[in-house]
Every structure is written in C-alpha cells, then in structure tokens.
C-alpha cells in the first residue's frame, strides 16, 4: 500500500519522486547563486570605493574575447536543453550529440579563458605581480576580484563538464531514456547556473567602462 | 530486500540487526539508514565536544589566578581558537539536526528515510574529514590557529600558524550543513505521510524546517568568504587586506552575514525539541501550536538581518547602528512568544518532573538569560560599554549551552530509550541534571559581573580585582565537568546493561512513540495515516477535568 501513496518510499531506496529530486537541485542551485552573490557583494562595495580604479582596469580587458566566450557558453544552454527535448521523444543519438556539443563548447570556454589569462600574465597582471602591485589599490582590487570571480566560474564549467559527461555515459548506457531522464534536467540545471553567472560577470567586468 | 526488512521487525534490536551484508564497523559508515547515521553523528560529535570540554576545561584552570597558572599565552590562544572552532562547528551547528534531526526527522513525519540517504551519507563524510582536518591542523609544523574562531582579516592573512587547513574545515563542515538542510527541506516537502499536514507536524520538524532554510541560504556566504580568505593567503590576491586596498570591516560584514544566522541554527532546534518534550510531560497539549510554529519561521527570516550588531564599534554608520539595533529587538518577539506558550503549556498541567523535563526547565530558565542579556547588547549604548568583554561570553554560552547543550541533553534522556532501546537509571541522570546546571551558572553567571567591570574577552592576564569572580567560575567548571561525566557513564552503562525499554516510556503521543524501541530498520510496516495533530492530550485532560 504504501508503495502507491504518491511522494512517499517503499524502502528507503526504491522511491522515485522527481518533484523531489529537483526541488533538492534547486536548492543546491540556490546555496551557488548565494556562493556567487557573496562576491558580487564585494565587487559592488569596492566598485563603489574605487569607481575610477575600477573603469580604469576594466579597459585592460578584451571585450571581443568575453563576446566570443559569451556566445559560447548561450549556445551550449541552448544544446542541452534541447538534449532533454530529444531524450524525452526517445532520441537517443541526438540526444547524446547534443549533450557532446555542450561538453564541446564548454572546452572551447576554456580554451578561450586559458589564453585571456595566459596573456593577462604576459604583461604582468596576476596576483603579486610587481607591475600589478605598482598600480593604484582600486586597480589591485579590480584585478583580484576578476582572477578570483572568473577563476571559480571556470572551475564551475569545469564541474559542469564532469557532470555532463556523466549523464553523456548514462544515456549511452540507457539509465536516462524517454521515462526517466530527471538526472539530466539536473545535469542540464546546473550547466544553466554556470551559463547565468557568466551573464552577471561578463557586463560587470567587460563592458561596465 | 523488502522481504527481509520486514522479517527484521520481529526482531528485538530493530534496526541493530539489519546491518544490510556489511560487518563490523563497515555496517555503520557505509549504511545510509538515517537512524544509523544519526548515531554515526553522535559518537563522532561526542569525541570533538568533550575534546572541546577539555580545552574550556584547561582555559577556565589558566583563569584560576593571574599572570601565568597551567599553559603559556599562545598555548591560550591556540586553546580559545580551537575550543571555539569545535564548539561551533563540530558540536553546535549539526548537534541537533545531524544527531536527533537525523534518527528522528523521517520517524516524527512518518517516512522511511530521509529524501536523499546518499547525500545523506556523504555529509557525515565530509563531517569527519572536516573534523579530522581540524584536529591535525594542531599538530601539523607552524602550530595550531590562534586566530579565535571568527578568522578576523588581517591577522587570519598575516599569521604564520595553520589557518589554512582550519578554514579549509570549516569549509568542509559547511559544505555537510548544507547537504543536510537540502536533505531536510526535502524530505519535510515530499515524504510527510497522509494525513500528516503541515500544522500536524511536530514542532521539532518545524524548528529543523526553519533551521534548514538558514542552513542553505546562509553557510555559502561563510563558504565564500573563508574561500576569499584562503586564495588571499594562497596567492596574494588583494581582497580583504588593507595593505592592497582591501576593507578588512568587509570581511567582518560576511563573516557575520552567515554566522549571526548561525546562530539560529544552533538555537532554533534546541528551542524545537523544548516544544516537543514539554506537552509530555505536561501532559497538556501545547499551547499556541501555530505560534511556536510560525515563530520559529520568524526567528530564522528576521535572524538573517542583524549581523551587524556584533560590529557596532567598528565604525558605521548611526542610521546603521539604530536599524541594526531595532532588528535585534524585534528578534525577542517571537523568542519571547515561545516561552510564554511553554510556561502556558505548563500552567494546570499535570507535571511529570522525569529527568528530561528538569533538563528542558533549566533551559527555559537559562535561556530567558541568555535572551535578556543579549536585549541588553542590543542597546547601542550598552554595547559600546561592553563590546568584547566577558558579558558578551557569558552571554552567548547561556544561549547556545545553556540553552542548545542543555535542550540537547534533554534529548538525550527523552529519546535515549527509544534510540538504543534500554532505559538509563533515573538517579545518576538526576545528579547529573543538577551538577550540570549548577556547574554552567557557577561557570557562566560570574562572566556578566566580569564584563560589566570590564574583563576584556580572550586575555590571557588580568587584574587582580576580578579574581574573586574568575575563581568562582572556575570551580563551576569543575563541577559542570563532573556532571557531565556522570552523565557520559550513566547513559553507557544503560546501553550496556540498562532495562529493556517498552515503546512508548513516556506516554508520548508523537508516531515515534508508536513503534518499537529500538525502531526497526524500515520505521514503519505500513505508512500511518495521520489523524490528529501531534500532541493530542485531550482524552486525558478531559479525564482530568472530571476527576481533578
């Protein structure tokens, strides 16, 4: 009997309550979003103390690149959700090129960001680099706050990757199919969260002059 | 699996039998049985708070006369660092909720485990390798951290003791606290068995409901902010250090974004679990369910916006300064609410004075001055006179011990037989009862007349005129530690060789009480079908009221 009360376990594994599995990975979604806002709460308070430190380094930045990056990271939101489109009407093998895709584009993120950083080390920006120590303080800050913001995104798309070429695996394998494919919303959610922290720190350090 | 779950049940050891294929040790840290790692909680934490006894233990004999007694000063602040660290972190914060939140969550809403028992299992993981990491960064070259728990920046950045893996724990231990406050909201959304309303739910379920929203919403900003910490160190990256523009007020601002927060996560299931015992005993059913109910939601959402009260002499501004205070105050009204319905819950009650009842009578007491106290630190002007100083000590410890360690206590004695199935003998518990609560306001209360004369906190000397006050405290440690032994060997002599226990030894009315001692590993046969609210005395108070 108890097995047919909606919500609730037969044993303490054999349950399957999807509501429940996403209402816990949105508030796993929620506890990233507040790890981020701790940062972006430092970055308003020093933009706000150093405002012309701040639109003097934002200069130093490509824009282009960030552009590139942006527009990588959307299509790649794109791609998976329309993954879980495809796994829903039982199209495995689109389903499985489009999760590649967003692997794919997520590595060509940070093929993007290793060399923005590689170059940002060249000409002396990194953290205790002397050239970067002989700048004005708000500069330091701004400089600080962009390795450091840009620094734990990169190591989310990172986490995001690991994440996606899991679920790659578990459809390849058939454990995500047409009637259960919840540990793919999942995967896809998280990789959504990735892609809305880009959105917030593009402008906020690319285009806010 | 079902099958043989079910043939368990006849079993006289409940879940004990059920290891589940594993043996020895490996049936406990690979199960994820809720009630098992519940009981995984309570030994690991047991261990890090009487090591953490231990430390006040050596603090309090260092106090016992001025200038130097026992230990060298940096041995002190390495003492109050790791005392403090512990306390909060390994002990306070999943003290409840990982211990009794864990064993009895899913039995008071009449489900079978938690929502996610992996996740569950990993949080007590990441517990023990936080804890683990904590205690080696003692050993480690370059000393333990003598930072005090709350890492203040700069000195976290510039010491040269082994702040690194502390922060790098305490990282770790938020990481558990988050897992469990998912796990928990969850489960209290998704598994409540039919019938089983929101305002059917036991108020211990409402308190770790709200303890759960404060736990996902406010441990990421600690997370990020000791992350801050750690890449400034590791790299020298300039964020909170003012030597590369960095404001370190700033980092005061997130550190107590989270842990003023916090602190309702160490009080609000403590304050659950007085709800929870006191209708029992009373036999009457509570007074103002939906109050306490709704207070505990309050306490969580208007706890989250008054960090700054811990920072009114660093510098900000008087409109600051005054919504900061306001908001403190408004935080006594729904604490205030709660203790009035308790003691409403008493009057004409028909009291059964057992050991858990006296536990939960010092806490309400204990906790009125901790309360009080604080209201007094709330005052701008009080504030400023004692900011830093042994009041505000004496104020957090009537709180956080006098209320959280006594409610946990409480637990103890209340769920004990339920949890491992035997009864403890009544007479070791009631000395232990009242040599703990002797001992804590001996220790405690003498830290108010400090503060008001102005005994700053965390020194290691002082003046000779506050040594009446520091010796008298000092024998209350001493008395509190014996109470706490008694009560250590009284309850491990009752899992040894205590009575077995009937089900319900209580007359509880909670579905807890409806299955056997110790419960079985599935909890429930069948899934009950709830019907009444959860502290349904009326048929005996109706009794009461013809027959007086």
Known sequence: MSSTSPGVAAGPHAHRDDVGSRLGMWLFLFTELILFGGMFIVYAVYRFTHPEAFHLAAAELDTFVGTVNTIILLTSSLTVAMSITAIQEGRKTFALTLVGMTILLALAFLVN??????????????????????????????????????????????????????DFEAIRRGTINATSFVRLESGALYWHLVDIIWIFLFPLFYLLH | MTQEAVSVHAGTRGFYEDTGKRTGIRAWIFSTDHKRIG????????????????????????????????????????????????????????????????????????????????????????????????????????????????????YSVRTSTNVLPALIAAFILGFSSILTGLNFITTIHRMRAPGMGWFRMPLFAWSLYATAWVQVLATPIIGITLLLVMVERWFGVGIFDPTLGGDPVLYQHLFWIYSHPAVYIMILPGLGVVSEILPVFARRTIFGYKFIAFSSVAIAAVGSLVWAHHMFTVGMSNTGMFVFSLLTFLVSIPSAIKVFNWVATLYKGSIVLEVPLLFILSFIIQFSIG??????????????????????????????????????????HYWFPKMFGRMYNKGPALASWFLTTVGFNMLYFPFFFLGYFGMPRRYYDYLPEFQTYHLISTVGSWVLVLGIIVMVVNLLIAYKRGKTAPANPWGGRTLEWTISSPPPTENFHDIPAVTTGPYDYSEYEQRQAEHP
């Open chain 2, 371 to 412: 309360g009080f106290t604080g209201l007094m630190l709330g005052a701008l002007a009080v504030n400023i006179h004692v900011q830093d100083t042994y009041f505000v000590v004496g104020h957090f410890h009537y709180v956080m011990f006098g209320g959280t360690g006594f409610g946990l206590f409480a637990a103890m």
């Open chain 1, 113 to 166: 960001k290793y060399f923005e950083w590689g170059h940002k080390f060249d000409v002396g920006i990194y953290p205790g680099a002397p050239e970067l120590l002989a700048q004005p303080q708000g500069v330091i800050l701004y400089f600080g706050l962009y390795f450091v913001m840009t620094g734990l995104h990169a190591l989310h798309v990172i986490i995001g990757m690991g994440v996606l070429i899991y």
């Open chain 2, 39 to 154: 009981l995984l909680y309570l030994m690991t934490m047991g261990v890090f708070f009487l090591l953490a006894v231990a430390f006040g233990f050596v603090m309090r004999l260092e106090m016992l006369s001025p200038g130097k007694t026992v230990v060298e000063a940096q041995t002190y602040n390495t003492l109050f660092t790791l005392h403090g660290i512990m306390m909060i972190f390994l002990f306070i914060i999943p003290g409840l909720p990982a211990v009794f939140g864990n064993f009895f969550l899913p039995i008071l809403i009449g489900a079978k485990d938690v929502f996610f028992p992996r996740l569950n299992l990993l949080s007590w993981w990441l517990f023990l390798a936080g804890g683990l990491l904590a205690l080696v960064s003692v050993f480690l070259p370059g000393g333990a951290a003598d930072t005090g728990w709350t890492f203040y920046v700069p």
